[in-house]
């Protein structure tokens, strides 16, 4: 079945650093790519898509570019802020049992 | 508003004492699974249904049911609650005219079996 990988957390950044999280999948056919995020205390939330190769997902500041040669979808973001401050899940769906498969989250803690 | 909404948020059981958690959305969506998420193993999904009184097994089903009446409600039973199913319960649904379309998520229940 499907599978994803995802940078193990949790990362700690300063306000205004650069932000990745790298995220790799194993999937059949080809995959819709999602980012979720997941503020304390709430349930998740879509940050950004992308559907299908050379796609870029874009929201909030935060970036990802679905890269069929190399499976991945990492998330980007140039500038974090305090309010950044989440858990992140990169999520393939699609293949052949029509599911969506979360990697194991990603703590992010942004300290001003 | 277009929501998930889950009852209860926190709940502290004891083994045994049969549970409901139940959820409900007014988006009219088809899709609506159930996912537990736990520390180092992330989100798991436990049941979910495409439609009215059609529900399938997810990937950690064993201890639960689940069941699909109507549209907007579905409700995730605990018969027999044991200590490893301490977790955070998540509801999610997602409309069927896409198969792109995101999941929405309810905000959770915190549940403890002792």
């Known amino acids: 079945g499907d599978s994803v990988t995802q940078m193990e957390g949790p990362v700690t950044l300063s306000e205004e650093a650069f932000l990745t999280i790298n995220c790799t999948y194993t999937?059949?056919?080809?995959?819709?790519l999602f980012w979720y995020v997941q503020y304390p205390g709430e349930g998740l939330q879509l940050l950004l898509k992308?559907?299908?190769?050379?796609d870029k997902g874009s929201n909030k500041g935060f970036e990802a570019t679905y890269r069929k040669e190399t499976t991945s979808f990492h998330l980007e973001k140039g500038s974090v802020q305090v309010s950044d401050s989440a858990v992140y899940f990169c999520?393939?769906?699609?293949?052949?049992?029509?599911?969506?498969?979360f990697g194991k989250g990603t703590l992010l803690t942004v300290n001003p | 508003e277009a929501q998930v909404t889950q009852n209860p948020r926190y709940l502290i059981t004891v083994t045994g004492k049969k549970l409901t958690v139940t959820c409900s959305q007014n988006?009219?969506?088809?899709?609506m699974s159930w996912y537990r998420q736990d520390p180092g193993l992330g989100l798991r999904q436990i049941y979910y249904s495409m439609n009215v009184e059609v529900t399938d097994k997810g990937d950690v089903p064993e201890g639960y049911k689940v069941s699909r009446k109507e549209k907007r409600n579905f409700p995730l039973i605990l018969e027999s609650p044991s200590p490893n199913q301490t977790s955070l319960y998540f509801c999610?649904?997602?409309?069927?005219?896409?198969?792109?379309?995101?999941?929405?998520f309810g905000n959770g229940t915190r549940l403890t079996v002792t």
């Open positions: 999520a393939p769906f699609g293949g052949s049992n029509y599911k969506l498969t």
């Open positions: 992308a559907t299908k190769a050379d």
């Open positions: 999937a059949t056919g080809y995959p819709s």
């Open positions: 999610a649904s997602r409309g069927e005219s896409s198969y792109n379309s995101p999941l929405h």
């Open positions: 988006m009219n969506h088809e899709y």
